[in-house]
């Protein structure tokens, strides 16, 4: 009989959740620490920040 490890179950992301997550996450470090892309800091901020969540949330939730 197979045991169930306890513990948070994750799974991996879809493809296309992962590239909009690094993407995301991409675009907020560039504006945030480069003058390449032109942004407020705020919005480069949410966007490394929402990214990150993004993609964490993509690893607890099934089928994200």
């Known amino acids: 009989m197979a045991r169930r490890r306890a513990g948070i179950n994750l799974s991996a992301p879809r493809v296309g959740t992962f590239i909009v997550a690094v993407l995301l996450m991409a675009f907020g ?18 966007s490394l920040a929402g990214g990150g969540i993004l993609l964490a949330l993509s690893n607890l939730l099934k089928d994200l």
């Open 29 to 46: 470090i560039l504006a945030y620490y480069t003058d390449i892309i032109d942004v407020d800091v705020d919005l480069a901020f949410l």
